[in-house]
């Protein structure tokens, strides 16, 4: 029994021992380091690749981040929750396989893991590197209409690349011939890498460039070198002038004062109902001007083609060399120029005005739910001085930090030439840093504080946008902006002013001009928006390719919109939506605003669990240009117009007040979309009867003193309608 008993204590003690050994495996088994790798270490631009996170630490927000490897931790040009989304997992994932579309840039990138919506690094993949794709014509020189071979290279083998052809000095989206990698109008079954195409030249002389572009759309992923194509030499003796049957714009002077109104009359033109002409800088490309009209000396499209006509237009306030350009069908192919026209300096003033003293906000003048915040009230005051991109005294250094109230000692345009990268994905020209500012054009002598930015190139997801308020990366938030106008913020798909951030207010701006969007209110998880009033602003014409008003969307509440003239879009006027993320708060209070021409378009749209109010506001667009009904586009769960089917997509509004100039039966539409029988909680605004509010829109919307772009927009709207 001694022995036995010997023998059943040393058991235990082996049996112990291999338990011991067993859970220490099992704990380092459990802490083994979170991992990161790349399914390839050389990706061709613009690729997919597939991304797997290992022993992450399963928090419902761990994310991943697509950075340059030399960039810190807050820069990223992609991201997405281990869901493979931007929206969060129901639960906490631990391991995951995530995909990415590499950037077309070349250059040496990284994944990062982040924990929990925060930027502490888990871990990261190693570099990636992306190598530049290339496309190579067979010549340098072709005649009219001869087959030139193009072969591409390195391309990222999706199975909607394609090539373009295009003039050398045309932006992307005008080209004249195009096809896929397999030599046709038709995709191909499989993506292809490499290829080589035929391509007829055109017939019209000129120097021309194929382009690569990523997946069915205008990311270029490379350029060829030109290709010129001889005409004929004319014969001796010849005149210089064009054919008669050629397009033709002449203007009726060719040096002029700023701001004075001079006549442009157009011959010859196709006819096509949508050929409009702009207003720009001789050096600017195609996509970058000033103004611009259709050929019925409007920005509504004319019910029939025109193929002459007289226009009016009111010069820049800046000194410099202007020309009006002839373009075709709502496109960018040029028909026609103009004689340059130069804009001189006025004559010095006797004396210089005395320098401008902010004044105390007036009780009363902001209202809704913006007017929580005070801005820079109270605060120094820093002096603009100069209208130049940047250095001292300019408006980017004043920008640079917070607890400020900015005025503006001279008057004029300040052309933003440089952007800065502010996080999050993008690009600004002028972003706001730090928080308690405001920002008073009011101040500035005539004409007041135009912003432009013409030569902004397409950088990022969304171009650079020309004045940005985040409070995220900027720490930007408690902001007023005054009295500025934006105008020709040309970035493709950029907007001028966009807001991430809350208690702000948008008081007396007028934009114009833009790549996008007016105007954007815009969060996210880590950008709650909220408490924002924007008022008494004019929103007017964008790209005609991308003419949209203002965007609402994802994580926002506690907007007011009130006293703005929204005014020749084609939709978005606004977009409000809470992208399927329900909240209890009211999305947006829409009050005493006027909606004016959407030109066919989606005018007000109210979305995926959106909350809004729309009260007293008067609509009208031109009844030849279809879509009336569509002024006020309430989606309930029912696919109609742009609502599609599903209780996720439905939205819900108060609609009261609401007078459409088309006609009592679409009033009642409008005010009939809205299913609650009592408003969302709103924050106070002095709100009279849709007429009377448009008369005062009219009166006194937009920056002050008005521009010849936004007396031309208030022009068009005509209340003689209104009782």
Not at 614 to 631: I, M, R
Request: net charge neutral; charged share 15%.
């Amino acid at each position: 029994m001694a022995r036995s008993r010997e023998l059943w204590w040393f058991a235990p003690r082996e049996s112990l021992f291999a338990l011991l050994l067993v859970c220490f495996c099992l704990y380092a088994g459990s802490a083994r380091a979170q991992t990161v790798t790349v399914n390839t270490a050389s990706p061709a631009a613009g690729a997919k690749v597939s991304v797997t996170v290992a022993n992450g630490p399963g928090s419902q927000r761990d994310w991943l981040g697509l950075a340059l490897s030399s960039d810190p931790n807050n820069r990223f040009i992609q991201w997405k929750y281990l869901s493979n989304t931007q929206s969060p997992p129901p639960s906490g994932i631990r391991t995951a396989t995530v995909t990415f579309d590499m950037p077309s840039s070349p250059g040496t990138y990284q994944f990062r893991f982040f924990a929990n919506d925060g930027f502490t690094r888990l871990a990261q993949s190693a570099d990636v590197r992306v190598g530049a794709a290339s496309i190579k014509v067979s010549t340098s020189s072709a005649a009219p209409g001869a087959s030139v071979s193009v072969t591409v290279a390195n391309g990222p083998a999706n199975q909607r690349d394609w090539v373009g052809l295009a003039l050398a000095s045309d932006p992307d989206k005008s080209f004249v011939d195009w096809k896929y990698l397999n030599n046709a109008q038709s995709p191909a079954p499989s993506g292809m890498g490499t290829a080589t195409l035929t391509f007829a030249m055109p017939s019209t002389p000129g120097t021309y460039q194929f382009r690569f572009f990523a997946n069915d759309s205008f990311a270029r992923l490379a350029s060829s070198a030109g290709v010129t194509v001889a005409g004929s030499p004319p014969p001796i003796g010849a005149s210089p002038l064009p054919p008669a049957g050629r397009p033709s714009v002449s203007v009726n002077t060719t040096s002029t004062a700023a701001n004075e109104r001079v006549s442009v009359v157009v011959s010859n033109g196709p006819g096509t109902g949508t050929d409009w002409v702009a207003l720009a800088p001789v050096s600017a490309p195609n996509t970058q001007y000033l103004q611009w009209k259709y050929l019925n000396n409007t920005q509504s499209k004319a019910p029939t083609g025109i193929t002459a006509a007289t226009l009016t237009f009111d010069m820049p306030p800046s000194t410099g060399v202007y020309e009006f350009r002839l373009f075709a069908g709502d496109g960018f192919t040029r028909l026609a120029d103009s004689a340059d026209v130069t804009v001189s300096a006025p004559a010095p003033t006797p004396s210089p005005s005395p320098s401008p003293q902010p004044s105390p906000t007036p009780s009363g003048a902001y209202e809704g739910f913006g007017a929580v915040t005070r801005g820079g009230e109270g605060q120094p005051i820093y002096r603009v001085t100069n209208l130049n991109n940047s250095g001292p005294g300019s408006l980017r250094e004043a920008l640079k930090g917070g607890n400020r109230y900015i005025v503006f000692d001279v008057g004029g345009t300040i052309n933003i030439t440089t952007a800065e990268y502010v996080g999050n994905w993008y690009w600004a020209g002028l972003p706001v840093w730090g928080a308690h500012v405001t920002i008073d054009a009011t101040t500035a002598p005539a004409p007041g504080i135009t912003i432009q930015a013409l030569s902004l190139p397409n950088t990022g997801n969304s171009g650079v946008v020309g004045m940005a308020i985040d409070s995220y990366v900027l720490g930007s938030h408690d902001v007023i902006v005054k009295g500025i106008r934006f105008r020709n913020v040309t970035s493709s798909s950029a907007t001028c002013l966009s807001i991430g951030s809350h208690n702000v207010i948008v008081d007396h701006v007028s934009t114009a001009a833009c790549g996008k969007n007016g105007i954007d209110l815009y969060g996210d998880s880590k950008v709650p928006v909220h408490d924002i009033t924007v008022q008494n602003s004019i929103i007017g014409p964008n790209n005609p390719s991308h003419n949209l008003a203002m965007d609402i969307n994802r994580n926002e509440w506690n907007i007011t919109l009130h006293h703005n003239l929204i005014i020749g879009l084609t939709g978005r006027m606004p977009k409000i939506s809470r992208d399927q993320r329900p909240s209890a708060d009211t999305t947006v209070d829409m009050r005493n605003n006027v909606i004016w021409d959407w030109n066919g378009g989606r005018a007000t749209t109210i979305m995926e669990g959106a909350k809004v109010n729309v009260v007293n506001n008067l609509f009208y667009t031109p009844p030849a240009d279809g879509g009336v009904e569509w002024g006020l586009q309430v989606c309930t769960g029912v696919a109609e117009g742009t609502c599609a089917a599903g209780s996720q997509y439905a939205a819900s509004a108060y609609t009261a007040g609401n007078v459409s100039l088309n006609g009592r039966s679409y009033s009642d539409l409008y005010n009939s979309r809205g299913e609650r029988s009592a408003p969302f909680t709103a924050a106070p605004v002095k709100t009279t009867d849709a007429c009377t509010a448009a008369r005062a829109v009219v009166a006194g919307s937009g920056a002050r003193p008005l521009d010849g772009v936004d007396r031309n927009l208030i022009a068009q709207v005509d209340l003689s309608g209104c009782p």
